[in-house]
């Protein structure tokens, strides 16, 4: 199934609004060791940058998503995934437009490679491990 554009904005808002702080969206990035090292070498407040053959970022709108890929997923590839969750600036977020990757709740934005550092840039706080599955 390819993905679906949803009304990027509805959801986006959806979430900023769940939040104690309305200006910002609550992302979650499931995650294996190897980028999680990654980002605690940045001090929690980037994601690293794509190798060539990850020319998209995909980070996910709920939680139970990320924890169905860290823990289905990564720990079977990776003997280990964890759930990170992050804030980020709302107005930015607009410009990417949710994409259903299949089910109702399967939601991701795609933020291309390229752009990696200008996402980064409006990352709110630090990005913190939620879950962890060994």
């Known amino acids: 199934m390819s993905p679906t554009t949803t009304n990027a904005n509805a959801t986006t808002?959806?979430?900023a609004n769940a939040?104690?702080?309305?200006?910002?969206?609550?992302?979650?990035?499931?995650?294996?060791?190897?980028?999680?090292?990654?980002v605690r070498a940045l001090d929690w407040q980037a994601?690293?940058?794509?190798?060539?053959?990850?020319?998209?970022?995909?980070?996910?709108?709920n939680e139970?998503?990320?924890?169905?890929?860290?823990?289905?997923?990564?720990?079977?590839?990776?003997?280990a995934g964890f759930v990170t969750r992050f804030e980020v600036d709302t107005e930015f977020l607009a410009r990417y437009p949710v994409r259903q990757a299949g089910g109702e709740t399967i939601l991701e934005l795609w933020v291309p490679a390229?752009?990696?550092?200008?996402?980064?840039?409006?990352?709110?706080?630090?990005?913190?491990v939620v879950r962890e599955f060994r």
């Open 47 to 61: 994601w690293p940058p794509r190798l060539p053959e990850q020319p998209i970022f995909y980070p996910v709108l």
């Open 13 to 15: 808002n959806a979430t």
């Open 19 to 38: 939040n104690a702080n309305p200006s910002t969206t609550t992302l979650w990035r499931p995650t294996g060791p190897v980028e999680l090292d990654l």
């Open 64 to 79: 139970d998503y990320a924890i169905r890929i860290a823990r289905d997923w990564n720990v079977k590839h990776d003997g």
């Open 114 to 128: 390229e752009e990696l550092d200008e996402f980064n840039a409006h990352i709110v706080g630090r990005i913190e």
